[in-house]
């Protein structure tokens, strides 16, 4: 059964995007545009805030605006990613041409202690995060240099050592000339979902699934299909 989050004023007039959902399902946070006439576009700048809501008794409460200490507004902000026990939130923060990604706490209706992620941010886009449960392991969209074309996914480890690895690409069974976003792993961490307006899209940006065996070798990515997917993002 496909459901909508159109309770407690979670649906309004003005485009709400990149959902984040904790693993247990009762944190949600989102970034929603101040402007309702037009479409989104990711390079305006004081157009976007993030809101955070909360389910209780399968009933999501009123989305709650999330304040940002000590940001310049005037940055294109949105949200990235969100950890595993919905403790903290990953944003995007930056201007057309480089956008980093920052890691943040939530403490009540406040994003505090910001902190840029240099091990894996680069002089392009970083759009989109996850990480596991000991952040260890992250998948994030760039569209740094040397890539297949747009954003790619990419993917970077903390060795034995504790230290970061270099990042690597996931390669063309995953990415692709178009653009490929918002990774997400599943529990067994062999199940990749992300979002992309690749050639197999019905239309703008769909949903695909892919597996990677013992070795790391990705199998071709699927279309999730409809009802998920449409002609539309």
């Not at 310049?72 to 950890?83: P, Q």
């Not at 890691?103 to 894996?120: A, H, M, P, Q, Y």
């Not at 034995?160 to 490929?180: Q, V």
Request: net charge negative.
């Amino acid at each position: 059964c496909l459901r909508y989050s159109g309770q407690a004023g979670n649906r309004t007039p003005n485009p709400e995007f990149c959902p984040m959902l904790s693993l247990q399902g009762n944190i949600l946070i989102f970034s929603r545009s101040q402007i309702s006439t037009e479409p989104i576009s990711f390079n305006k700048t004081k157009d976007f805030e993030i809101y955070i809501c909360q389910k209780q008794f399968e009933i999501w409460n009123k989305p709650i605006l999330l304040n940002i200490n000590g940001l310049d507004r005037k940055k294109i902000i949105t949200v990235a990613g969100i950890s595993i026990d919905g403790k903290h939130i990953y944003l995007s923060i930056g201007n057309i041409e480089n956008r980093d990604i920052y890691r943040g706490k939530i403490v009540k209706n406040e994003i505090t202690e910001l902190t840029s992620l240099d091990f894996l941010n680069s002089d392009a886009n970083e759009l989109h995060i996850w990480v596991n449960n000991d952040e260890s392991d992250i998948y994030f969209s760039s569209n740094r240099h040397k890539g297949f074309g747009g954003y790619d996914i990419y993917n970077i480890k903390k060795n034995s050592k504790g230290r970061w690895e270099k990042a690597r690409n996931l390669g063309d069974k995953i990415n692709s000339e178009f653009d490929e976003i918002n990774p997400g792993m599943l529990p067994d961490n062999k199940t990749l979902y992300f979002s992309s307006n690749n050639l197999y899209s019905l239309g703008g940006f769909d949903i695909f699934c892919s597996k990677h065996d013992k070795e790391g070798n990705w199998n071709s990515p699927e279309n999730i299909g409809f009802p998920v997917n449409t002609v539309d993002d």
